[in-house]
């Protein structure tokens, strides 16, 4: 009496399925991250400059551009300076980030807009 196995483990195409939905998601991610990590960046831009203005506050609007500036080298983002602004009412300034990135997904692109601020008081 011949006895027959049953056959355990993936066929091939499972294999490749499985491979091409990490691959996609891989490709996704690589776009995504950069992104993510920009944004963290800016935003710990932000966070060192409302620090900066608790321990000696800042009395003038080159002193606010000047720690901004501080916080640019720190994080080495130098390129987004320009992205920056920061605007003056009263004993209150407004420190605003105002960005676009492209995310080039497989059949379109996405335009990524942020636009992150604080107020120092």
């Not at 499985?18 to 963290?40: D, H, K, N, R, W």
């Not at 800016?42 to 901004?68: C, D, F, N, R």
Request: overall charge neutral.
């Amino acid at each position: 009496m011949i006895m027959q196995s049953k056959q355990a483990g993936g066929s091939i195409i499972g294999v490749i399925i499985g491979l091409a939905i990490i691959g996609f998601g891989t490709y996704v991610g690589i776009q995504y991250i950069p992104q993510y990590v920009e944004s963290s960046a800016v935003e710990s831009i932000l966070t060192g400059v409302a620090k900066s203005h608790k321990t000696k506050p800042l009395t003038s609007t080159q002193a606010v551009q000047s720690a901004l500036d501080k916080q640019l080298d720190v994080n080495e983002m130098y390129d987004m300076k320009d992205s920056f602004s920061v605007m003056r009412d009263g004993d209150t300034y407004t420190i605003t980030a105002n960005y676009e990135r492209d995310l080039n997904l497989v059949y379109t692109n996405r335009k990524m807009i942020y636009d992150k601020s604080i107020t120092l008081k």
